[in-house]
């Protein structure tokens, strides 16, 4: 009997012992799930299908030029592209002339090294839309905007704009094309705007932060002659907003850690009905 126990003390301790490696690996695992995300920047403005005229600075534009009170739409799309999310960037753009104008409209994009993006009216042109689209409906590679909970807005900076302003709306995509917008009224200077992601919660709480397929900037009721220029979009820490949760996003170390859990208490349990007998 005396044997019995002991050599039961001595297997019930190499469980306990194989127990606690198990939970330890699974423990990294779970540390390893938690701090690989990647900062996510939307679009740098370094990159172009085309170039400049006489010039090697990468260049995208679109024009809509309406006349005597005529509305144009127009639309171009860049892909392939470094520093820009997904590698695809799409510009829109809706403009109407007055009754007696020929309207003049366009967004630019200058790269490297200028990298910067434009939106411009002349005088008796009003835009009516300005759309930035990064990503697409069928798009099967989502992106966590967040960085794993770590930012809680849209950063824009702007380098340039009318003191008679815009707004600028963002609008996410997710995964199961559930759609939420923030949208900053009135901007009429310069500096980094925030567009916080608790807004597009509150707009539409089914989006998943973690699983976006398609982002979209539009710039809308804009005054005629307007000009704005920004160099740099990208997820930020606001301490001047809510946190936002982290999201969950199934991984292969996630994988990995249910399955050597499983693998655990299999091995456990295997064990005790062993040692009983």
Known sequence: MYIKLLLLGKTTMKLLKFGFYSFAFTGL?????QTSALAFTLDLFTDANDTFP?????YQTVEANPIFGGTVSAS???T???DVAWGQRRLDLTSTAGITTIGDSNIKVFGSPATSASVNSESGTTIDSAMFTWGFDTNTDYEDITDNGADNTFGLDIVN?????ADIVFSVTDNNNDRGSV????????GSISFPYNDILTDNPDVTLGNIKKIEMEIVNVPTDFDVTFDLIESRYDADFPNVPVPF?????????????VFG???IKKRLATSKA
């Open 80 to 82: 392939g592209l470094s």
């Open 54 to 58: 006489s010039t090697t600075i990468p």
């Open 249 to 261: 996003e199934f991984s292969p170390s996630l994988g990995l850690l249910l399955c050597s859990g």
């Open 183 to 190: 949208t900053v009224e009135n901007i009429t200077s310069t």
């Open 76 to 78: 171009d799309t860049d």
């Open 161 to 165: 704009i009318d003191l008679n302003g």
């Open 29 to 33: 695992l779970v540390g390893l799930n």
């Open 265 to 267: 208490f299999k091995r």
